[in-house]
């Protein structure tokens, strides 16, 4: 079932303009509405081999929705969503809410997982849109033990940010800031290409802010907040920043990067990400 759309949404300085089909998303806004994987939840806890049920809930309307497809994947220590296998397919007619039980496989490693749900929607009693819904990442363990008093350990420490980091769990992953890159040299005046790569199983949502900060001692220092709102993130988007700094935050031994506020599709989180570190000439 695994499946990877790319869209592209490039908007410019005093005015962007997103490449996307309007109509074609408010189409599947409406057919998608109202969807939510409620289990497995970000509190649950899987050894390698045990068994997951993946519980699917929707608003009651007039469309006729059959659950299709459900992958597992995993989250990296770098925060690269990685398709794992799919591990059921069929039909299941969705009312209210559905329940699907999995067995995670026996040699899956220990960190972070989630469920990507197909859900296709009947028209005419023929195949419709496909919306793709996540759940909350997981911790999967390698084992456990309960003692007499009922008390259970793990091969793996729950509070491991080896394994399970706190960051990804609020579903900030999937998303790198592909330039400016490292030990650029960027000139003052120029039109700067802040490149975003989204991976199509991220959990991040949308863009609402784009800052430039200066590294210094202590807490770095903001330079200028370049852009603020609320833009849909496709698959790859390009923020062209007309770069000025101030002559009092100006230096340039120092080097400087771009901050990146995003919102998550978990509810009421929100993530940040950072470009490589870059040095600014005047000339």
């Known amino acids: 079932m695994k499946l990877s759309i790319t869209a592209a949404s490039i908007f410019a300085l005093a005015c962007f303009s997103s490449v996307k089909a309007d109509s074609y998303s408010d189409a599947i806004a409406k057919f998608c509405d109202g969807l939510a994987v409620t289990n497995p939840t970000v509190d649950d806890v899987f050894v390698a081999g045990n068994n997951a049920t993946v519980t699917v809930t929707r608003e009651p309307n007039e469309r006729t929705k059959t659950i299709t497809g459900l992958d597992l994947y995993s989250v990296d220590g770098e925060g690269n969503p990685k398709y794992v296998q799919n591990t059921w397919a069929g039909s299941y007619e969705l009312q209210t809410s559905a329940s699907i039980s999995d067995d995670i496989p026996a040699d899956t490693p220990a960190g972070l997982y989630y469920y990507r749900v197909w859900v296709t929607n009947m028209i005419d009693g023929q195949h419709g849109p496909d919306c793709i819904k996540t759940s909350r990442t997981f911790k999967v363990t390698t084992s456990s033990h309960t003692n007499d008093a009922g008390f259970t350990s793990y091969a793996q420490a729950l509070d491991d940010p080896n394994f399970f980091k706190p960051e990804f769990a609020k579903g900030c992953f999937g998303l790198t800031v592909k330039s400016p890159s490292a030990g ?43 852009w603020s709102g609320q833009e849909s993130l496709g698959n790859a988007f390009i923020y062209k920043d007309h770069l000025k700094i101030s002559s009092d935050k100006y230096d340039p031994n ?3 990067y771009y901050k990146i506020d995003v919102t998550s599709q978990v509810k009421g989180e929100t993530c940040s990400f950072q470009s490589g570190a870059f040095k600014v000439s005047s000339s």
């Open 184 to 226: 650029d040299d960027l000139k003052l005046d120029s039109f700067v290409p802040v490149e975003l790569k989204r991976d199509g199983a991220s959990q991040t949502d949308s863009l609402t802010k784009v800052e430039i900060y200066k590294a210094v001692d202590g807490a770095d220092q903001l330079v200028d907040t370049v």
């Open 254 to 256: 120092s080097s400087y």
